[in-house]
């Protein structure tokens, strides 16, 4: 619904406009998804910096998180808990520096940080009086018993 300028504006979030946050994500969770899928962990996909413009255009932009997203489900239907037990060790994009964390957390900070970024995008929306629909999950189709 939105024009390609009221999407690139800058409404002075962390990654300036809806387009950068939508930009982050995606450089976030293909960050993400590269650490945690084994072999080999963090050598497929690499940035220099987690506000790099992977696409420009909206639609390029739509297309790859949608690939990105068919990924993630297929990753995720793999984990179990043999795989949530173990350590994930990663070197910082920030700062450079080795990192080790409990595989599961890990993971939930792959969703979260997902999540964290949804909620500054339906910010962002609704200053343009975009209906972005449910975000509640209890509210969602189905989640009734």
């Not at 962990?41 to 690499?46: I, L, P």
């Not at 409990?102 to 949804?118: E, G, I, K, S």
Request: charge should be negative; charged fraction near 20%; include cysteine.
């Amino acid at each position: 619904e939105l024009t390609d300028h009221q999407r690139k504006q800058d409404c002075g979030a962390y990654f300036k406009s809806i387009h950068g946050t939508l930009n982050h994500q995606l450089v976030g969770d293909k960050v993400w998804l590269d650490r945690l899928q084994t072999p080999p962990a963090g050598q497929r996909f690499s940035v220099p910096s987690l506000d790099v413009e992977l696409h420009t255009d909206f639609d390029e932009l739509w297309q790859a998180r949608s690939t990105l997203d068919k990924d993630i489900l297929t990753w995720a239907n793999t984990l179990n808990d043999e795989i949530l037990a173990g350590t994930l060790a990663y070197e910082s994009i920030v700062d450079g520096q080795q990192r080790r964390y409990d595989m599961w957390l890990a993971v939930t900070h792959f969703f979260n940080h997902q999540t964290y970024h949804r909620g500054q995008l339906t910010t962002l929306l609704t200053q343009y009086n975009v209906d972005y629909g449910v975000t509640d999950l209890i509210w969602l189709p189905g989640a009734e018993l």
